[in-house]
């Protein structure tokens, strides 16, 4: 049996700990906003927070993250969150908007670390978030203008 917080939640799971984290999240637990990607953890979209660091969960084991808090795209709030999502929908970011729980999140951990980031602060950080539409500029404009909202 394996315990993980979840969104503030604490859920046994009769799982091998050795699974990836995103098969618990969505094939287990039915949190479908993460998802899949390259299975690789190069593209970004299973991104979750992992004791509050983004995470590439589909190389992560369950018991890699057993003890720690993980947020997914679900449960992500607090100031910063919400200053992402609104910058989000203000700029209009997401295209298809596959890649955009992942995208997120890591917006979320850079703005909980950094709350002025200039533009190689933002590239560094987002850089291993891909998106096929390639909304990139927008991206970029979007965690500027959180960083905006959250200075006021």
């Known amino acids: 049996m394996q315990v993980l917080t979840i969104n503030g939640q604490r859920r046994e799971l009769d799982v091998d700990p050795d699974m990836p984290l995103l ?3 969505r094939d287990v637990l039915e949190l479908t906003g993460t998802k899949f990607g390259c299975g690789q953890a190069l593209c970004g979209a299973c991104t979750v927070m992992v004791d509050g660091m983004p995470t590439r969960s589909c190389q992560t084991s369950v018991g890699d993250a057993a ?3 993980v947020v997914t795209i679900e449960g992500v709030d ?3 969150a919400a200053a992402v999502q609104a910058a ?3 700029l209009d970011v997401p295209q298809c908007g596959y890649c955009q729980s992942g995208q997120i999140i890591s917006a ?8 002025k980031p200039n533009d190689d602060d933002i590239d560094a950080a987002m850089s291993g978030n891909l998106c096929r539409c390639a909304t990139y500029h927008r991206i970029r404009g979007a965690i500027h203008e959180a960083a905006r909202m959250l200075e006021a």
């Open 23 to 25: 098969w618990a999240i």
């Open 67 to 69: 003890g720690k808090p």
């Open 78 to 80: 607090g100031k910063v």
């Open 88 to 90: 989000w929908v203000k």
């Open 108 to 115: 979320v951990g850079l703005l909980s670390q950094n709350r």
